[in-house]
Each structure stands twice: as structure tokens, then as C-alpha cells.
T-cell receptor, first 111, second 112 residues
């Protein structure tokens, strides 16, 4: 079963706009990770936020985590056409170092 | 370039045949994973290995087996393929707890 659920399932924006994707999960976690997947390729790790952190930045990416609401958001600022991809959240909540992935958000950035 | 290598990149297979998907990493990561990705379902964990010599079952292990004879290799075997195993299979590795996973580019498998 999916631990994380992304919202929206699909998002289409113009280049230069900001894109926000949300992730909700069900059980307690050690950390939450965001990944990106370009069409036909494997997943690429973007950012990891630990359960005791509330916000993290990496370049144009900003991730927030609210453990009381069991939710996270990924903000991509000043989006580019090259940001077009699927974005997945994944939660690490067990002792076996396993991740549970959501079903993803398909982001399309129009030039 | 360091990373995960998966082979083959794609395969069409008759139902009932045996198939082994290969995965090799050169990062000396202890943990390795096999996922399948189906449209609308995200990635689901099939099997994992936290260190060489050990393996464990994930969310969808039935019909699959793995082995971890050494640190670098983690093959996935379908003993008798069925059409429901048509999917894209991804191998990943991780250095440890609270570390990201690194993914290969996948094997696209079609079972007819």
C-alpha cells in the first residue's frame, strides 16, 4: 500500500512560475525524501528532510515537513522547461531502511 | 561514472519462462533494493538486502526471488513469468540509514 500520496496528480505551469507539490502520509517517519523522474529514466534524489526538521532548501527547491499533519510540500521556484518530470515523495519509517513511495505528481513546465 | 547498472534495458518474454534481471553497483553501498513501477501505482518494493548475505521481502515479493552473494550484485529472478509481472523494474542502492537511494535506469519487461 502507498504510504505517501501526492497532490496534485498533475500540474501544468508556465516557465518562471513556482510549482508546489504536496505529500501526505499515514504513519510516523524517520525522514521524508523527494525524488524526480524524467521520462524513461530512473529516480534521482532531490532532498531529504528528517523528522526533527521543519524546512530545508537546496538551490531552487524548498521542502517543508509538518509531522503533526503528516504532510510535506515541495516548492520549485522560477521553474524551467527542464523541470518537467514526475516528482515522488518517499517516507522512511521502519527499521529495515525501506522507503515507501507515493504515486507521484507529473509536472509540466511550458516554455 | 559511478552508479547502478541494470541489464537488460528491455525484454519481451513468454509466460512461463525464467528470467533474471541484473543489477550491479560500484558505490560499495550496503543496502540494495528492487522495485517495480506500474502506471498510477508509483514504486513498490519487491525485495531488499541490507547487507551482503541477507535479503528481505518487500511489499510485493510473490513470484520473485533475489540473492546477495557480494556487495556489488543483486540479481532479481522471475522463476516462471506471468503477464501480471509486466512492469518497469528499478534497482537501487543506499549507503545506510537517512541516506538517499540511488537508482538505475530500469528494465522494461513485457510478459506475453
Amino acid at each position: 500500500s502507498q504510504q505517501g500520496e501526492e497532490d496534485p496528480q498533475a500540474l501544468s505551469i508556465q516557465e518562471g512560475e513556482n510549482a508546489t507539490m504536496n505529500c501526505s502520509y499515514k504513519t510516523s517517519i524517520n525522514n521524508l525524501q523527494w525524488y524526480r523522474q524524467n521520462s524513461g529514466r530512473g529516480l534521482v534524489h532531490l532532498i531529504l528532510i528528517r523528522s526533527n526538521e521543519r524546512e530545508k532548501h537546496s538551490g531552487r527547491l524548498r521542502v517543508t515537513l509538518d509531522t503533526s499533519k503528516k504532510s510535506s510540500s515541495l516548492l520549485i521556484t522560477a521553474s524551467r522547461a527542464a523541470d518537467t518530470a514526475s516528482y515522488f515523495c518517499a517516507t522512511d519509517g521502519g527499521s529495515a531502511r525501506q522507503l515507501t513511495f507515493g504515486s507521484g505528481t507529473q509536472l509540466t513546465v511550458l516554455p | 561514472i559511478a552508479g547502478i547498472t541494470q541489464a537488460p534495458t528491455s525484454q519481451i518474454l513468454a509466460a512461463g519462462r525464467r528470467m533474471t534481471l541484473r543489477c550491479t553497483q560500484d558505490m560499495r553501498h550496503n543496502a540494495m533494493y528492487w522495485y517495480r513501477q506500474d502506471l498510477g501505482l508509483g514504486l513498490r518494493l519487491i525485495h531488499y538486502s541490507n547487507t551482503a548475505g541477507t535479503t528481505g521481502k518487500g511489499e510485493v515479493p510473490d513470484g520473485y526471488s533475489v540473492s546477495r552473494a557480494n556487495t556489488d550484485d543483486f540479481p532479481l529472478t522471475l522463476a516462471s513469468a506471468v503477464p501480471s509481472q509486466t512492469s518497469v523494474y528499478f534497482c537501487a542502492s543506499s549507503a545506510g540509514r537517512n541516506q538517499p537511494q540511488h537508482f538505475g535506469d530500469g528494465t522494461r519487461l513485457s510478459i506475453l
